[in-house]
């Protein structure tokens, strides 16, 4: 089994769970792969013999690995999207952060993990992105996210104003902080925290959620993920933020951004045994009442 090995930050306190991370591997007999900038980042601390063999993006995904494990948090499992791609490689999120709704394999979970995946006993979840198709060249070539799209003011404490069209049909103006279109993977992130509503993971739909809009009676709402989304931001403001997960680029108020669902989906490796309302339960803490 060939294995990929992604990570963004190192802290001293993980040392004990890469190194159990990495002999569980060993012993199973796989061939592990670094990410450089990672490998770089963590061999001063480690000496690993494996360190040595290392990859760089997108291009060397084609080159036969059978999974790609992201350590750190959510976070990192996002910056994973533009190294994985439409390659087809299926990604395992091993959780060194806090909340890990993506990353859903603990530190204690880490030799069972192992055991599961080099026996095959993991299912794939495929997991829509939302692709932002105009303007184009804004994020390089590559313009999807799978969280979210955002919207925000920039430089100011003023409110913007978004105008928002699905299939040329009027949906609102809404006068905010700015406004987030949602996947189901992003339902429990951004748009979460902003008053979205939580969707299952194989839902069709994305949905369209304010930031601190101005008018209360102004609510998230949830669409087709076939539609074709425009947004236009006018008002008084020359420039804003737009985001996709957490690349951000300046634009002009000036320029009509046209955004539908993607044309390929990211694969994410769910143990066996592990569903989607259990999660949220034990992430978000339901239950926890004397009651219960």
Sequence with gaps: MNVALFGKSFTPERIPHLLQL????????????????FAELISPHLKIPQ????????????NGFDILLSVGGDGTMLDTVPVVRDSGVPILGINMGRM??????????????????????YIIEERSLISLEQPTGLFGDLHVALNELSIFRQGTTSLIKINVFVD??????????????????GSTAYSLSAGGPILTPDSAVFVITPIATHNLSVRPIVIP??????????????????????????????VDLIVKKAGFHIRLVKME???????????????????N
């Design 22 to 37: 990495l002999q569980s591997f060993q012993d199973a007999g796989a061939s592990l792969v670094f990410y450089k900038p």
């Design 51 to 62: 360190l040595s063999d290392t990859f760089l993006g997108y291009e060397d995904m084609c």
């Design 100 to 121: 890990g709704f993506l990353s859903s394999i603990a530190k204690h979970e880490i030799n069972e993990a192992v055991e599961r995946i080099v026996s095959g006993k």
């Design 168 to 185: 040329e049909v009027f949906v609102n103006s809404y006068w905010a902080d700015g406004l987030l279109i949602a996947t189901p993977t």
């Design 225 to 254: 993920d076939r539609c074709l989304i425009k947004l236009k931001v006018t008002g008084r403001h020359t420039s804003y933020s737009l985001n996709l997960d957490s690349r951000s680029a300046v634009i002009g108020k000036s």
């Design 273 to 291: 045994g592990k569903d989607f309302y259990t999660t949220i339960r034990e992430k978000l803490l339901w239950g926890i009442d004397i009651r």
